[in-house]
């Protein structure tokens, strides 16, 4: 099932192997009603892939609630998702206070870093889970309640069941299906696209839409490992951006703590790419377009024909996926 062809799961921007399948895997889950469970290092977008699923879902019309169960002090965290009836306890609202799962009701949650949900209170969500009913505090009457829940985390779930963190049929209640979202570092052919994408969505909110992407630095990412996935990327090129003195955005400009030992070699192969193109930039990028058209017409537009053309080419795939995004040919 080609996701992107029906208009679904654009804003997760990738076109490897491991995505294409992450795709399809949670077209078909978001179709069903299950509960998911999003699996991921730090910064690789399982929020995005999340509110993806809802929106391609028959709940996409309910309500998408966002929880990130790490952010709420323990204290409150049980009052914003079960709510309160007026007068619970001391400082409650007087008319009571409706809980995230009840905002939820008809849609999605998505509660994120579930690992860092109190052991008490995975005793309730299991409940929810069970029964699809939540008890606000204060009341002793269950509420039904008729709601997708997404879950994600970057920890190791087995982990904290083995240090008594997190119980075990919590885990096998939420981990109904797993979906596994594999960090940048393992899918570096995504990297042109992304930064092409992250750059452009960077320049139109700074309002630097002039600005162009120097080849320098989509060279420089593919050398990078990325322990901050594509969050970093996010932060690196509007860091960049900010830093650009001019309308070009070069490898110059990346923080130097992180690319100083990428940047001398990136500028050099940079130079002498621009010297050899000199005056004809314009007709090599005409003939570049053209030629690009020609072999997606002979080999066609999927994977495997993308991998033959890089290799007829003698490019790699990144560099690829790159000149195809840069021609608007990555659809």
Wanted: one cysteine or more.
């Amino acid at each position: 099932m080609d996701c992107e062809k029906i208009g679904l799961f654009k804003s997760f921007i990738g076109q490897s192997e491991k995505i294409q399948i992450l795709k399809d895997q949670a077209y078909k889950v978001a179709l069903g009603n299950s509960t998911v469970l999003i699996l991921g290092e730090t910064g690789t977008g399982k929020g995005l892939l999340a509110r993806a699923i809802h929106q391609a879902s028959k709940r996409k019309k309910g309500n998408f609630i966002e929880v990130n169960c790490g952010a709420i002090p323990e204290n409150l965290i049980e009052s914003e998702l079960f709510g309160y009836t007026k007068g619970s306890f001391t400082g409650a609202l007087k008319e009571g206070k409706k809980g995230r799962f009840l905002m939820a009701d008809k849609g999605s949650i998505f509660l994120d870093e579930i690992g860092e949900m109190p052991i008490h209170l995975q005793v309730k969500l299991l409940h929810v889970l069970q029964n699809r009913t939540i008890e606000p505090l204060g009341s002793e009457k269950s509420i039904p309640v008729d709601l997708r829940i997404i879950a994600a985390t970057n920890q190791n779930l087995e982990n904290l069941i083995r240090e008594r963190k997190f119980r075990k049929d919590l885990y096998y209640r939420l981990g109904v299906i797993p979906l596994h979202i594999p960090p940048l570092r393992k899918r570096q052919e995504d990297i042109p696209l992304l930064a092409t994408a992250i750059f452009q969505k960077c320049c139109k909110a700074l309002e630097k839409t002039q600005m162009v992407l120097d080849d320098s630095v989509i060279e420089a990412f593919l050398r990078y490992d990325w322990p901050g996935n594509v969050r970093e990327m996010e932060n690196v090129i509007e860091y960049g951006i900010n830093m650009s003195l001019d309308h070009r955005f070069t490898a110059e400009f990346l923080p130097h703590d992180l690319f100083q030992n990428n940047t001398v070699t990136t500028q050099k192969e940079c130079a002498s790419t621009l010297q050899y193109k000199g005056s004809y930039h314009q007709q090599f990028q005409h003939w570049e377009e053209e030629l690009l058209n020609y072999y997606l017409r002979e080999f066609g537009y999927d994977g495997d024909a993308k991998r033959k053309i890089a290799k007829e080419l003698k490019i790699s795939i990144a560099t690829l996926y790159r000149k195809l995004a840069v021609y608007g040919m990555d659809k």
